[in-house]
Structure formats: C-alpha cells, structure tokens
C-alpha cells in the first residue's frame, strides 16, 4: 500500500516539508513522508521532542540554508493551533500551511479575527489519534485506513488542496472535504459526545460496591472503554469545539430527562409507550453506523465457544477460512471467574446458517 | 464442562424439574437439565411454543400420571413472572419453586403483597441473555461461564438453596448469593442503565448526515452497540426495576448537567477543572470494571495490521501461538472505506514488548 521506493510524492511536493509538534501525529507524518523519499524538517516547543523524533527517523532540523518549504504541517495540541499556524504563515509567505488538529472552527475564526491571509491556510484532520501519543508511538502507517478531512474554502488555491490530498493518499488515508463547521458538528456527534457519555457513565461506577462491578459483563465494557482516554487532551478538544458538543448533550440531556421522567412512574398513562420509543429510537440510530468497508448492513452473529487455551482461536478461524466462510467481525468475550469465552463472529445472513452447520459439523459450540 | 452422562444433578435432584416458559432461558435450562439425565417437563402460555421447546429436546408435557416436581422453574417475562410463581406454589405446596427473571425485587414483593407463604421459593438470576430470544436459540451451554445469582432470604430451606446452587453449577454458571436489592443495584447499574444510555446516545444519531455518521470510529460502535437490544423486553426489565435505574440515571443527569454547564462557558473560572475532574472520574470508573478471569488487571493492547482477506487474522494468532504468547483480550477495527483492517491485541505487560519485536520480526505491521 505505501511502497517504500515511490518517489512521485517527492516530486508532487517538489521541495521540503516542515512539521511543527514533533508528537504522535506530527513524527507519524513525518516518518510516512520519508518513506515517500519526501525531505523533512521538523521543530517542536521542546527540543528534545524534536531530537527524538529525528532520532526515530521522523526528518532534521531546519538549518539556516534551507529553501522555504513547499507546506508547514502544524501538529500541535489544539489550544495553540491558531498561534503557531499564524506564525508558519509569517515565517513562509510563500508556503502552503495546513494544520491536523481535531478541531477546526475555533482555530480558523481565531486566524480571521486577527485579519491574517489565509489564502495559503487549509485544515484538515488525520482521524487517527491514539489514545497513547507522543513520538515514541509514531508509525509511518498510522493513517492507514483513516478518513482525512480537509476543509477548504474558496479561497483555497487548487494547488494547496492537491497536494494535501496527495499527501493524505500516499499515507494511506481517505480524504474527505467538508467545512470547518460540518467537521466540529460532525466530531462531535460521533466522537466528542460518546467520549463524554463514556466518560460520565464510567465514573458513576466510583461508588459502586465491589460485588455489583463484579456483575459487568460485555456491555458495560464496551459502552465505557473510551473513558480510558487521557482527560488533558479531552478537555482541551471539549473546550474548543464546545458548542456543537454542549448542543447535542442539551439534546441529550432533554431525551434523558424525558426518560427518567417516564420511568419514575412506569405505569402512569403513556409511560411505557415513551420509554418505548425512546429505546427504538436507539435501535434505528445504531443501525445507521456504518460497519465494516463503510457499508451500513448489519451482519449475522455467531457465538462460537472456545477454551481459555492459545490457538483455540486460530484453530477456530483457521477452519473458517478452511470453509470458505468470511469473517466480517470478531469480538471475544470473556466471563469473570470463568476459563472459557466466547468468539463473536459476524458474518453475511447468507452464509451463517451454513456456518453454524459446518462448525458444529467439525465439533465446536455455538450459541 | 458439562459430562453428557452425569448422573449426579439426577440423582440430586431425586424427581422431575417441571419450566414454565419455554423460551430462551426456560428451554437452555430444559436442555441442560435434560444433558444431566433430569426428567424436565415443559409447559408455556403458548402450546406451540412449548411443542417447539419439547422438539429441541428441552423436555415434555407433564402428564395427569407425572408426580409432583421436585423444583419448577420459572423462566417467563418479569411482567407475569410473580402470577406465575404463585401459581406454581398453589400447584405444587410440597416443590420448591424459582424463577430466573432478570428482575428481583419486584416479583418478590409483589408475592410478599399477596400474602403468600414463600418458604419454598427462592429467586435466582442466570446472567445469560441474549438479544435474539426464543427457543430456537436455546442451548444447553447457554450459562457457561456466566454469574448466576440466587437470592434466598432467612427462611430458605437449605435443600432448595444448595438444589439450585448445584443445577448452577451443573449448567456451567457461577452461583452467587444477594438480596434482591442487591441485585437489582447491582444490575441496574452494570446492565440497566448502560442499556438505557447506550439506548439514547444511540438515538441522537438519528438526525445527523450520512457525512457525519461516516465518520464514526470504534469508539461510537462500542459506546452504541448494544442500543440493538429489543425494545419491548427492556421496558419490561426496566420498569420492573425503575427504582435503582432512576436513582443512577438522577445522578448520571446532575453530572451531564455539570458538564454540560462547564462545557458551554469552557474559559470561566474553573470550568476546565470541572470537566477535567468528571473526565478523570470516569478514568478510575472505568479501571474497576474487571476483564477476563474477574482480574481488574489492565493489559496493554498491542495493535497489528491486517489484509481483510480469510485466514490473515488466522495467520497472526497461530503466529501468535507459535511464538508462545498468550492473547488475553482481541478486538477487530474495521475504517469505512478500507480493506485493512486492526487488530487490537491484549497483552501482559511483561510479553507486550517481546510480541512487538518478535511480530515485526515476522513481517507483521503493529502500532
């Protein structure tokens, strides 16, 4: 997918490129762009940082007989987006200038404000942030995969926009444009405010008694896991996309309300019904999350149990592929206390009634 | 697990279990029983549905000449479950009688209500469902693995509470011992209320873009997935167990509140600290949930690159085995659009560095 020896990208970007924040995305961008044989430079506020990522082989430091680069990559937390991209705007009048940060209005009204040209400015969003960051845990093919926003305007020289596309391609990302506003809105609904829910959810479970946490089971884990993430990135991401984000949880808070309100009196007139459609409603709205390959079907879930041993699991899947069955999904679940799980397969409807014959054709036990 | 010529349950048990309800639950239990050489008989509100249990091998139809049972078990829906249990202890003074709804309390005083002697029943609670029901999904080894919670009071023969202790145990599960408060707690908030909050985050879905809903990540399906539960059974679970469910979601609703006020004025005075203390709470929420085997331990998760072709993911584990490390959680990561998928594997601390280098050793592309 990224072929080590391609140098068209070198050639496209026809000079250097500069990132500024030698963090995670930074130091990954810089590690894909050198593996495009693309030259470069790097800086960050610590120089240490800087250091270690060229020592990871992320790019150099600019030296006083470098050219101005054909594009600055401004890789920093989102709170100081605005003044670095403002500064890189100065420092290269002459470059392309796009930013990475998961935020995209409250940087860009921020340039505007101080009535900076941002005819060479163009943001755009790698969605593949880790919940672990730093250079240490940069890799050339974190954006893999990964959609890659880009929010132009029409200002926005075709030059500027072809290059960053290019670049979001040989690093193995899907671009896609939307405006700053449609970004925010759309993070925020699918990103910002389940990482909230995940979060206040999680911490209701402070108070609980050990025995009733001990009662968790798959759901509980899966609606939680994000709460894991680092609460300073989040603040600072809640903080500068605030609006959309407080919009949707009013919503939300009004649908809990209404909830809770019906479910305090389960048998007055109506109560039921409510609560009902509240509860649909979910079903509908889960069943437009896009699954794997960006398809919106639904697939078929076989519940295969395997014994708590290593190559149960390869053995299972091995006989899958031996079956010709293709497994669109896979999720293991575990039981406290308990030296067996259970393989979550999802699969086409066509294709599980013959799945679940076969397996249990060849000995294995399915829910 | 489960030794299909087991005499023992038979011989314990020294009669016949008769189930009432023969959907998921009633006709798992019937043929788990039934695998332990225990004359089970069947009845259901619906003859189809029990002619359909009896297929399956769940059991029989009691007849005229069938002596008293030495338990019934009550598996229907929480809303009939305390009519049902009285009947059965008016049908059979000398059985004991249980019930496996996924509700406690309320059955209980509702029967305390009618004024009837409830020395011989004993309330329990497999933790097994599913979100498909029926008995066309039952399985003997549906309780594998899974807590089983038996709720005896003071007045419990212990015949009957050591007769469903073993079936429990029998059947695979882990008998734990609550009081019907207990319970409920417990499980209105591992359970009840994750399902109601998963239920409207996912419903808030319903109005955005296809443009934003193509942006959702692992982080939305995970915090969202089990909004796909069946709406009907819920209402009955939740309004059988609103008392617990409201009090948690009450709290859920001062701390959304508090976030959301913090969150809509992000640069007044302490604002940050507010949301960052509620996003912090929900880190050490999260750590006490227990992963597999009840550790509370955290592993780390190491993520790998795969082809979305059969048998490459079939190929890493049986690598994985090869190499002598032990999987001890795996998540899949499909990106819209993209025919590569992740891997997420859960480590041990100690073997996560080795099976990083030994991984990439082998060609294999982690993050």
Redesign the interface.
């Known amino acids: 997918?990224m072929g080590e020896s391609s140098n068209g990208l070198a050639s496209r970007v026809g000079g250097q490129i500069h990132v500024i924040g030698a963090g995670l995305l930074g130091a990954s961008i810089g590690l894909g762009l050198r593996a495009h044989g693309v030259d470069v430079t790097l800086e960050d506020a610590s120089p240490t940082t800087a250091l270690l990522a060229a020592d990871y082989g992320a790019g150099r430091p600019r030296t006083a007989e470098d050219p101005d680069p054909a594009l600055v990559v401004v890789a920093t937390p989102p709170d100081v987006t605005a003044d670095v991209v403002e500064r890189a705007l100065a420092a290269f009048p002459r470059s392309f200038v796009t930013d990475v940060a998961s935020v995209k209005l409250a940087p860009f009204r921020e340039l505007q404000r101080r009535g900076i040209d941002l005819t060479n400015y163009v943001g755009s969003h790698p969605?593949a942030g880790?919940e672990r960051g730093g250079a240490i845990?940069a890799?050339a093919?974190?954006f893999?995969?990964?959609?890659w926003?880009i929010c132009r305007d029409g200002d926005t020289p075709a030059a500027a926009l072809s290059l960053i596309e290019a670049i979001a391609l040989e690093l193995?990302a899907?671009p896609?444009e939307?405006t700053p506003e449609?970004h925010d809105?759309?993070?925020g609904?699918?990103?910002h405010?389940?990482?909230?829910?995940?979060?206040?959810?999680?911490?209701?479970?402070?108070p609980?008694?050990e025995?009733?946490?001990?009662?968790?089971?798959q759901?509980?884990?899966?609606?939680?896991?994000?709460?894991?993430?680092d609460?300073?990135l989040?603040?600072q991401i809640?903080?500068a996309n605030?609006r959309p984000?407080?919009e949707?949880?009013?919503?939300?808070?009004a649908?809990?309300?209404e909830?809770?309100d019906a479910?305090?009196a389960?048998?007055s007139p109506g109560a039921?019904r409510r609560?009902?459609d509240?509860?649909?409603?979910?079903?509908?709205?889960?069943?437009?999350?896009?699954?794997?390959?960006?398809s919106s079907e639904?697939f078929t879930t076989v519940t295969v149990?395997i014994d708590?041993r290593?190559?149960q699991?390869?053995a299972l899947?091995?006989e899958?592929?031996e079956l010709?069955?293709?497994?669109e999904?896979?999720?293991?679940e575990?039981?406290?206390?308990?030296?067996?799980?259970f393989a979550e397969i999802g699969l086409l409807p066509e294709v599980a009634g013959r799945a679940v014959a076969d397996l249990t054709e060849r000995g294995w036990?399915t829910?």
């Open positions: 997918m969605m880790r845990m890799r093919d974190l893999v995969a990964r959609p926003i193995g899907t896609m939307m449609e809105r759309a993070v609904l699918v990103s405010v389940p990482q909230a829910v995940a979060s206040l959810l999680a911490g209701r479970l402070l609980a008694s025995q009733a946490i001990g009662l968790a089971g759901g509980l884990r899966d609606t939680t896991r994000i709460a894991a993430s609460p300073e989040w603040v809640l903080g605030h984000v407080v949707a949880l009013e919503a939300l808070q649908d809990l309300a909830f809770t479910l305090r389960p048998d039921r609560i009902a509240l509860l649909a409603a979910g079903v509908r709205g889960v069943s437009r999350i896009p699954g794997k390959h960006g639904r149990l708590d290593p190559g699991l390869a899947l091995t899958l592929g010709g069955i293709n497994m999904d896979l999720r293991l575990h039981s406290p206390g308990a030296q067996i799980g036990r829910l």
